[in-house]
């Protein structure tokens, strides 16, 4: 069974500009969040989505969006990119039968860089 | 809300020698507890995690952690560490109610095992 797979591996960006992210989920998984992990602030929970629905959001600013998809594979989006928005965006899923207690299978990353 | 503290950034450990990651946490609700391993390079994966019964709990790799609810921790050791095990740990925590698949990472430990 193939795993989570995120594109790009890496990005660079200029300030101002926006990317998109995208993340397949294990086949048959339905759920999918995604963290921002840097030096400074660590992982930090951006949103989850679950049959085409974001059903929890952190704490993060309007720039920040994300999408799923029929098939449970994500996007995340961000726009007017800032310097703090370097970082590994890293990409989970699990089937979710319903308890928090599902382990989370992480993809690889992204590394997005803005200059 | 909950937080998570993870007492040590670096733990430098010899080769075949035991060690200890701390990590303590902070709830107004009961949670589950999670420990996740990074490799470089890569994503998170599980090591183990507590959900209810018996407080110690066994892992992957040769890992076991102990739940202790009065100390709020939930600490992971090896008995016999190897130089493959070299790598950031990372203690989370996620609500038990809710349908939420949110998690709250520690700040991380770099455990480095020397030869």
């Known amino acids: 069974k193939a795993g989570v797979t995120q594109t790009p591996r890496y990005l660079i960006k200029t300030r101002g500009q926006q990317v998109t992210l995208s993340c397949s989920p294990i086949?048959?998984?339905?759920?999918v969040s995604w963290y921002q992990q840097t030096p400074g602030q660590g992982l930090q929970f951006l949103f989850e989505?679950?049959?085409?629905?974001?059903?929890n959001k952190g704490n993060f600013p309007g720039r920040f969006s994300g999408r799923q998809f029929s098939n449970s594979r994500s996007e995340m989006n961000v726009s007017t990119l800032e310097l703090g928005d370097s970082a590994l965006y890293l990409c989970?899923?699990?089937?979710?039968?319903?308890?928090?207690?599902?382990?989370?299978?992480f993809g690889s990353g992204t590394q997005l860089s803005v200059l | 809300a909950q937080s998570v503290t993870q007492l040590d950034s670096q733990v430098p450990v010899f080769e075949e020698a035991p060690v200890e990651l701390r990590c303590n946490y902070s709830?107004?609700?009961?949670?589950?507890l999670f420990w996740y391993v990074q490799y470089p390079n890569q994503g998170l994966q599980l090591l183990l995690k507590?959900?209810?019964?018996?407080?110690l709990v066994k892992g992957i790799n040769g890992f076991e952690a102990e739940f202790n609810k009065s100390q709020t921790s939930f600490h992971l050791r090896k008995p016999s560490v190897h130089i493959s095990d070299t790598a950031e740990y990372f203690c989370?925590?996620?609500?038990?109610?809710?349908?939420?698949?949110?998690?709250?990472f520690g700040s991380g430990t770099q455990l480095t095992v020397l030869p």
């Open positions: 086949s048959g998984h339905r759920s």
């Open positions: 989370a925590v996620s609500g038990i109610s809710g349908s939420a698949r949110q998690l709250t």
């Open positions: 507590y959900l209810s019964g018996s407080t």
């Open positions: 989970a899923s699990s089937f979710d039968g319903g308890s928090t207690s599902e382990k989370l299978f």
């Open positions: 989505y679950f049959s085409e629905t974001q059903r």
């Open positions: 709830s107004s609700v009961s949670v589950y």
